[in-house]
């Protein structure tokens, strides 16, 4: 276990509590019949798409290409496919719907890479591993359908999984925060250098409590890992 004090699980603060219920409440709006750009997303309940697609909340927010520079502005509309980076500015916030329904809302400043993203309609297998660099996402998750499916996001000292549930995860400055909002969430501390779990800090998030890992704390942990 991780010595308390090093990561802690804490009430969230009213201000966060707020966010989810926002969020979960526009999330509702998903399952709309909506057409832009050619992409039809649903029809009589069923999907039509393969892809994600983003709904463009506030504008300001780019696809980024292998060097950081801006590739073009993100459209309400637009698929996306794996390996894509996206970021949004001071004002930007977006959408990313995938195919079973589930959703990504991120939020201003933040900037990740969509690393994988893939839907199998027949077995209805869904891959989706998101990596933040900076900023906040707020996740709905559909109860995943197959076992072997996976919602997974990280940050480079934290990571966390889940099958079914809403949560939020930030990263600011070396912290990593995730939030959790709807049954619990599988969280653990990364080795920033290999990308490795570390053995024995793997913590389950119930809902309203918060997780949180610093920099510095990381450093301590591969010292000693019985703390």
Do not use: C
């Amino acid at each position: 276990m991780v010595k308390k004090g090093i990561i802690t699980l804490l009430i969230i603060i009213i201000p966060v509590i707020f966010g989810v219920f926002y969020f979960l409440n526009k999330s509702k709006d998903s399952n709309k019949q909506f057409s832009e750009n050619g992409v039809l997303v649903q029809n009589n309940g069923n999907f039509e798409v393969l892809h994600p697609w983003v709904e463009v909340v506030s504008r300001s927010v780019f696809e980024l290409d292998s060097d950081g520079k801006k590739l073009r502005e993100l459209e309400t509309g637009d698929e996306l496919n794996s390996t894509t980076t996206i970021e949004t500015d001071k004002s930007g916030m977006v959408n990313i719907y995938f195919p079973d329904g589930s959703v990504a809302r991120f939020e201003p400043n933040t900037t990740f890479v969509l690393r994988e993203a893939s839907y199998d309609p027949h077995s209805e297998k869904l891959l989706v591993r998101i990596e933040l660099a900076a900023g906040r996402v707020w996740s709905k998750i559909i109860d995943l359908a197959t076992p072997d499916s996976v919602w997974e996001v990280k940050t480079s000292n934290a990571v966390a999984t889940v099958r079914g549930t809403a949560f939020g995860f930030g990263f600011f400055e070396g912290r990593s925060r995730i939030f959790g909002s709807e049954h619990n969430v599988s969280v653990g501390v990364l080795d920033p250098k290999t990308k490795n779990l570390i053995a024995g800090t793997e913590n389950i998030v119930s809902p309203n409590k918060l997780f949180e890992i610093k920099q510095e704390d990381v450093e301590k942990i591969k010292n000693n890992p019985r703390l």
